[in-house]
């Protein structure tokens, strides 16, 4: 067995626990549904829009370079939720391509699919005629029909985002007899080239496979089943590693519209489990199995490939049962491509393996398998001299995978590509990659891929490839092609010197690289990654204050010449970062900027070059325990023309997702003018809330002005107190005034202080009294004292202004804890008798959940920068039992006590049990779980520095039976029912216990009274 970190997605796990940073509606069961089956465009392109259904926030993306997305990203609803789909002009064959919706962490997966007309019709086929992967595309068209389902068996077919379609009729220790087909939607074959058809499937436990798991097919419009015509499968499955069943011939059906169905059957003593993925009707076999030096030579427009397989590495080297070191065996070597006949390789540490491979279990591509290169201590792997033949526009592909026990979440930081023209010198160009799936591969294969122009000329292209963190990643299947497109370009001059005259030098640390060059119309951008920040400073723990650290400053830019930095309260880190599973947007990564007490950053004298229409955009994040909404009112941006007197005006700006995130990265836009003749552009970006808020990926491009762009007049501005060379006073605040000068105060504080129509107070409290809604007329209390609040509007008019019954808008009640800015004023009535009142008071934040959260700017919540006020959340992962007996080498009914996963310390305590835990497989269903017994406890603890929300043990066979009361140290486990199937906990604790009762309360088996907890899999959040 092989450890591995996946993630096994559970409906009643997600639907019982709450999202790590924040609670979720609860919609229903996860489900995503379409308002349509597909979009057609002309050849002209243009844009339509869909609607969606969504209940569990969902992401799309697509890899095709002529489609758009209008919103990548967005929150579960109930509702339909409109996107736009955009596409360009075809002027070539007709085209089609995906949009992959993922719901939740890849609990869902559906595409939707887009076709386009084009001017030369169909285009010829050049290699899979349909290509469907049941595993990464979802069950999507295909329908299940059930010609047997007997009564308690809910379904035979289901999805599972592991393995692809998984059929099975054996449930809860019994064997059903059951008929049940998976039919695939309708495929039009070509007339001439349509010949082959072949899958990807596992299984076990059949009586005969080969009669209870067929493969039939049947022409358009015939569904009876004496009118379907079986298949032969050439190659069955012995095991749950997939094969492919070979090619299949269907050239009869040349040019007919058919379906092809998985049938499966049962009995009530034999219910095996049949699991299918990848159909592919092809013009052609699919030839010998990887491995052979006779693979087919690489597809049209290939200059150079390697899938390392010429011949498989064995493990009989070192001591006799060492992998070999890359110059110990040399048939790893399998170049190929019309650039290949010059190459050569050199490298240090690296390994060639024939283990873990591309095309297994553990790949969400369709990799070579066999061997891969794998990255050991002081790595580094060069290929040289590929001839390019004249081609500029390149595409560069490779198959990566990162596992350790520690942290298998791939990092781009870790694992750096470079290129070059030469391999001597300081010309070796960094280049940025996406992986197929959109996101960062966790413990599994992906393939990435990188698009990118060289200049023209240039005639050999070398590959430097390092992973700075030893015996964690691997390399297959590297393949250079001629790209249709340019993508991005690369500045040989720009480039850095990794050490590799004369052969190469072990690059046991990552080169410190400069950033690509930016795109066209970037005036300055800075993504804070120079040089990786460490928490290493002040007593050794913590994150370095921005004026201890000067690897943050990686600006570029056509205006970025002689800017300058000023700064209070910022740290630099590399923890949170923008690039992810808490990000919304493509971040970075890396570093970013972290807002401490008062903070503000300051960015000077950005060149205009008589540019007037800008884009400013940045990425950033709120995230605390107690409220982790973002605010435009906490978090302000400000441009100058000056950078000091009052010449500051506020941006507005909206996220990508159309909405405030909570406790997630997205990216900000404004867009906004100023005066002509502006010559520089001053920013300044502060939080008024301690500890809370992060920055990072801050660019600014020129563009041509919208009818909708914020027209900035710097003549009435306001002043941010930054005369000078630093700026002054207190910028943890809004200055517009909000509050500028103004002083934050209790209400007694207020109370005494002198009547003033220039002055503004800042304060906090709870509405309450006799209510004026028009007016905004209201009690304001704190726990000093009452104050009368005479008119609040919205917004900032000014001393003096009419009052423009804006309170109305802003949705408060009495009860609920606000925070305003107003002036000392007073009233004195017709008695006589004198009213103290805040005056001309504008609103500034509610409270989340109707609680003060309006921190005093002068209590520092984080004095040194490792004190983060907002612990880091935990990232929800999956630990089945069968990869915790593999990482322990567990035998069956091996007692256990305590081990440790991802960072993670599990501690099973059975001294008050009368039977001690063990780890057990079951020997009628080979299903494997922990057991525990009565008065028995286990423990979990998170890593340090991180809490845990949500913890879910799905119970296993046997546990159903006896199942106990569980009750726990902290936090509070879901009230438990007969029949469930998972027990959950909700709280927020670093370590939580958990206690199995003494009796059977909720088992099936009510002949038993002695309490058990036996589970298969925990869940934490």
């Given at each position: 067995?092989?450890?591995?970190?996946?993630?096994?997605?559970?409906?009643?796990?997600?639907?019982?626990?709450?999202?790590?940073?924040?609670?979720?509606?609860?919609?229903?069961?996860?489900?995503?549904?379409?308002?349509?089956?597909?979009?057609?465009?002309?050849?002209?392109?243009?844009?339509?829009?869909?609607?969606?259904?969504?209940?569990?926030?969902?992401?799309?993306?697509?890899?095709?370079?002529?489609?758009?997305?209008?919103?990548?990203?967005?929150?579960?609803?109930?509702?339909?939720?409109?996107?736009?789909?955009?596409?360009?002009?075809?002027?070539?064959?007709?085209?089609?391509?995906?949009?992959?919706?993922?719901?939740?962490?890849?609990?869902?997966?559906?595409?939707?699919?887009?076709?386009?007309?084009?001017?030369?019709?169909?285009?010829?086929?050049?290699?899979?005629?349909?290509?469907?992967?049941?595993?990464?595309?979802?069950?999507?068209?295909?329908?299940?029909?059930?010609?047997?389902?007997?009564?308690?068996?809910?379904?035979?077919?289901?999805?599972?985002?592991?393995?692809?379609?998984?059929?099975?009729?054996?449930?809860?220790?019994?064997?059903?007899?059951?008929?049940?087909?998976?039919?695939?939607?309708?495929?039009?074959?070509?007339d001439t080239e349509a010949n082959y058809v072949s899958f990807t499937h596992a299984g076990q436990y059949f009586g005969k496979i080969k009669e209870e798991a067929t493969f039939w097919i049947s022409e358009a419009g015939t569904k009876a089943q004496e009118e379907w015509i079986q298949l032969e499968v050439p190659v069955y499955p012995t095991s749950w590693t997939f094969v492919n069943s070979g090619d299949i011939d269907i050239s009869a059906y040349r040019g007919k519209t058919v379906r092809f169905a998985f049938v499966y059957k049962s009995t009530a003593s034999k219910a095996g489990t049949w699991e299918v993925d990848a159909l592919t009707v092809s013009t052609t076999r699919s030839g010998e199995e990887p491995g052979g030096s006779d693979d087919p030579t690489p597809a049209e427009g290939v200059i150079y490939s390697d899938n390392f397989d010429k011949e498989a590495a064995t493990q009989t080297y070192g001591s006799g049962s060492s992998w070999p070191y890359a110059d110990q065996f040399e048939n790893w070597q399998n170049p190929k491509g019309t650039g290949a006949a010059n190459v050569s390789y050199e490298f240090a540490g690296i390994s060639i393996r024939a283990n873990s491979p591309s095309d297994g279990n553990y790949s969400i591509y369709a990799g070579s398998g066999t061997n891969n290169l794998f990255f050991g201590a002081n790595n580094h792997f060069q290929v040289r001299n590929i001839t390019l033949g004249g081609a500029t526009n390149l595409s560069l592909t490779f198959g990566s995978e990162k596992y350790t026990q520690a942290d298998s979440k791939f990092s781009k930081d870790e694992f750096k590509v470079y290129v070059s023209n030469t391999a001597e010198g300081a010309s070796w160009v960094s280049l940025d990659y996406d992986f197929a799936q959109g996101g960062l591969p966790e413990g599994k294969w992906d393939?990435?891929?990188?698009?990118?122009?060289?200049?023209?000329?240039?005639?050999?292209?070398?590959?430097?490839?390092?992973?700075?963190?030893?015996?964690?990643?691997?390399?297959?299947?590297?393949?250079?092609s001629a790209a249709d497109a340019a993508g991005a370009a690369v500045d040989f001059s720009k480039g850095v010197d990794l050490g590799t005259q004369g052969g190469g030098a072990d690059q046991s640390e990552d080169p410190e690289v400069s950033q690509d060059p930016a795109p066209a119309g970037t005036v300055y951008a800075n993504n804070f990654d120079k040089e990786v920040a460490k928490n290493t400073y002040g007593s050794g723990s913590s994150w370095p204050y921005l004026d201890q650290f000067e690897g943050w400053k990686n600006e570029q830019g056509s205006g970025a010449g002689n800017v300058s930095y000023e700064f209070k309260a910022m740290s630099a880190r590399a923890n949170s970062q923008s690039n992810s599973q808490y990000s919304l947007y493509a971040g970075s990564g890396s570093n970013n900027l972290f807002f401490g007490n008062g903070a503000y950053f300051f960015i000077k004298n950005i060149t205009l070059d008589g540019a007037q229409a800008f884009a400013l955009s940045f990425g950033s994040e709120k995230y605390t325990q107690a409220d982790s909404k973002f605010s435009k009112d906490e978090f302000k941006v400000y441009v100058s023309n000056t950078g000091s007197g009052a010449s500051w005006v506020s941006l507005d700006y909206t996220f990508a997702a159309g909405t405030m995130p909570e406790g997630k990265?997205?990216?900000?836009?404004?867009?906004?003018?100023?005066?002509?003749?502006t010559q520089s552009l001053y920013i300044y970006v502060t939080a008024s809330v301690a500890s809370a808020y992060r920055l990072d990926d801050l660019t600014l491009v020129s563009e041509t002005a919208s009818a909708t762009a914020q027209s900035v007049d710097f003549g009435r501005g306001v002043d941010l107190g930054t005369q000078g060379s630093t700026p002054?006073?207190?910028?943890?605040?809004?200055?517009?005034?909000?509050?500028?000068?103004?002083?934050?105060?209790?209400?007694?504080?207020?109370?005494?202080?002198?009547?003033?129509?220039?002055?503004?107070?800042?304060?906090?409290?709870?509405?309450?009294?006799?209510?004026?809604?028009?007016?905004?007329?209201?009690?304001?209390?704190?726990?000093?004292?009452?104050?009368?609040?005479?008119?609040?509007?919205?917004?900032?008019?000014?001393?003096?202004?009419?009052?423009?019954?804006?309170?109305?808008?802003?949705?408060?009640?009495?009860?609920?804890?606000?925070?305003?800015?107003?002036?000392?004023?007073?009233?004195?009535?017709?008695?006589?008798?004198?009213?103290?009142?805040?005056?001309?008071?504008?609103?500034?934040?509610?409270?989340?959940?109707?609680?003060?959260?309006?921190?005093?700017?002068?209590?520092?919540?984080?004095?040194?920068?490792?004190?983060?006020?907002?612990?880091?959340?935990?990232?929800?992962?999956?630990?089945?039992?069968?990869?915790?007996?593999?990482?322990?080498?567990?035998?069956?009914?091996?007692?256990?006590?305590?081990?440790?996963?991802?960072?993670?310390?599990?501690?099973?305590?059975?001294?008050?049990?009368?039977?001690?835990?063990?780890?057990?497989?079951?020997?009628?269903?080979?299903?494997?779980?922990?057991?525990?017994?009565?008065?028995?406890?286990?423990?979990?603890?998170?890593?340090?520095?991180q809490i845990m929300t949500g913890i879910a043990f799905t119970l296993s066979g046997k546990g159903l039976e006896q199942t106990a009361t569980i009750t726990a140290s902290a936090g509070t486990v879901a009230a438990q029912k007969k029949g469930d199937t998972v027990i959950t906990w909700n709280g927020q604790a670093q370590e939580v216990t958990f206690t199995v009762g003494a009796s059977n309360d909720f088992g099936s088996n009510a002949s038993k009274t002695s309490g058990q907890f036996c589970f298969k899999q925990i869940n934490i959040q």
């Open positions: 067995m092989k450890f591995r970190t996946f993630f096994i997605s559970l409906l009643a796990v997600l639907a019982a626990l709450t999202a790590c940073q924040q609670e979720r509606g609860n919609y229903g069961i996860p489900s995503i549904k379409f308002g349509q089956e597909s979009l057609t465009f002309t050849q002209d392109g243009g844009a339509a829009k869909i609607n969606v259904t969504v209940t569990r926030d969902w992401t799309a993306s697509t890899d095709a370079d002529w489609l758009g997305i209008g919103r990548t990203a967005g929150t579960a609803s109930e509702k339909p939720q409109e996107i736009e789909i955009s596409v360009l002009p075809n002027g070539e064959y007709n085209r089609s391509a995906t949009v992959t919706f993922v719901v939740g962490k890849k609990l869902i997966t559906k595409a939707f699919t887009i076709y386009q007309e084009g001017p030369e019709g169909e285009a010829p086929i050049t290699g899979p005629y349909y290509e469907y992967s049941l595993k990464t595309a979802g069950q999507g068209d295909y329908t299940i029909e059930d010609k047997t389902l007997p009564e308690g068996l809910s379904a035979v077919w289901t999805f599972d985002s592991k393995y692809g379609m998984k059929a099975t009729a054996y449930a809860g220790g019994t064997n059903y007899a059951s008929e049940s087909w998976l039919v695939t939607p309708e495929i039009t074959l070509s393939l990435a891929t990188a698009k990118f122009s060289v200049p023209s000329g240039t005639s050999k292209l070398y590959i430097y490839i390092t992973a700075s963190v030893a015996s964690a990643y691997r390399l297959d299947d590297l393949t250079l990265w997205d990216l900000a836009t404004s867009h906004f003018t100023v005066p002509q003749g002054g006073g207190d910028n943890s605040q809004d200055p517009q005034p909000q509050p500028g000068n103004a002083i934050v105060a209790t209400v007694a504080d207020f109370l005494a202080a002198p009547e003033s129509s220039t002055q503004l107070y800042q304060l906090t409290g709870t509405i309450g009294g006799s209510i004026n809604t028009t007016y905004g007329n209201f009690d304001l209390t704190d726990a000093t004292g009452t104050v009368y609040v005479y008119g609040m509007t919205a917004t900032n008019l000014g001393y003096g202004a009419t009052n423009d019954k804006s309170y109305a808008s802003l949705g408060l009640q009495a009860g609920d804890v606000i925070t305003l800015i107003g002036y000392r004023g007073s009233y004195t009535s017709n008695s006589g008798v004198k009213k103290d009142e805040v005056v001309y008071a504008y609103f500034v934040s509610k409270a989340q959940g109707g609680g003060d959260n309006s921190q005093d700017p002068s209590e520092d919540v984080s004095t040194d920068p490792s004190e983060d006020a907002s612990v880091d959340p935990v990232e929800g992962m999956t630990i089945p039992v069968t990869v915790l007996a593999e990482m322990n080498q567990w035998q069956d009914n091996a007692q256990i006590s305590e081990f440790e996963y991802q960072g993670y310390t599990f501690v099973i305590d059975g001294s008050a049990s009368q039977t001690k835990p063990i780890y057990k497989i079951n020997g009628s269903t080979q299903e494997e779980d922990i057991r525990m017994y009565a008065n028995g406890k286990i423990t979990v603890k998170a890593p340090a520095g």
